[in-house]
């Protein structure tokens, strides 16, 4: 079965006609036309979205109030659940299947989750990487160890701030192996999700991977190469940081 797609530019239009019709408590309008792409294997799209938004739905009522902490707890939770329930597929490459998933199963979600907040940008309009229902599938992606006792271990540490600063707005969807080693540096196993550095060490640090990054190919590096690396840079900013304070 093709896997389904809505454009850009009709998800921006439908979305724009469901914000007014929301605010005036009309009727709202008719999904776009949904497309068709006929690559990978046969799937039932829709039972796996309706599923998914079972599962979500759930989560936000055990949850109850929206908010920046509840929103944590969500996408910490709801992380997993994405990944798990989504097939590997070549539709999940596609920015246009993740806005026909988020526009035609999940909008109530995003509008739960993000509330007076949310826009056209968290439903993928725009940019791909602020889709809701992709990050939350490449948190886990990145996140995800299958040959650990537990394998969303990862993708459970580290707050919204932490994985949109430093995951994913440094494109580190490109480069998983380093962006995983990273999260292991960060949230050892042996501290059970206790962040290794402060919010300003961290920050520091990823900034000086930020610069590194231009002459090096995080995309390349083996999981032991990334975590060598990152530890000896680490450990390298911190003796400038003590030099300087000596």
Do not use: C
């Not at 090096?216 to 190469?225: G, H, I, K, N």
């Amino acid at each position: 079965m093709p896997y389904p797609y809505f454009s850009k530019a009709e998800a921006r239009s439908y979305l724009a006609a469901l914000s007014i019709a929301r605010s005036s408590g009309e009727e709202p309008p008719a999904l776009p036309d949904m497309h068709l792409n006929t690559e990978g294997e046969a799937v039932d799209w829709e039972a796996v979205a309706e599923d998914l938004k079972v599962e979500l739905e759930n989560l936000m009522a055990a949850i109850g109030e929206t908010g920046k902490k509840s929103g944590s707890e969500f996408e910490t939770a709801a992380s997993p659940l994405v990944h798990r329930r989504l097939p590997e597929h070549p539709a999940l490459a596609d920015p246009e299947f993740w806005i026909w998933l988020a526009v035609s199963f999940g909008k109530e979600i995003v509008y739960w989750r993000y509330g007076d907040t949310a826009n056209h940008g968290n439903f993928g309009i725009g940019g791909s990487g602020e889709n809701l229902f992709y990050r939350l599938w490449l948190r886990a992606e990145i996140g995800h160890s299958p040959d650990t006792e537990d394998a969303y271990r990862l993708a459970r540490y580290g707050d919204i701030d932490f994985w949109r600063s430093h995951i994913f707005r440094q494109s580190y969807g490109d480069a998983r192996v380093f962006a995983r080693a990273f999260l292991e540096f960060q949230f050892p196993a042996k501290r059970h999700g206790k962040a290794r550095l402060k919010h300003i060490e961290i920050r520091s640090l990823a900034k000086h991977l930020k610069r590194a990054r231009s002459n090096l190919m995080f995309e390349v590096m083996s999981q032991e190469r990334a975590t060598r690396f990152i530890e000896a840079e680490w450990q390298r900013l911190e003796a400038e940081q003590r030099g300087m304070v000596d």
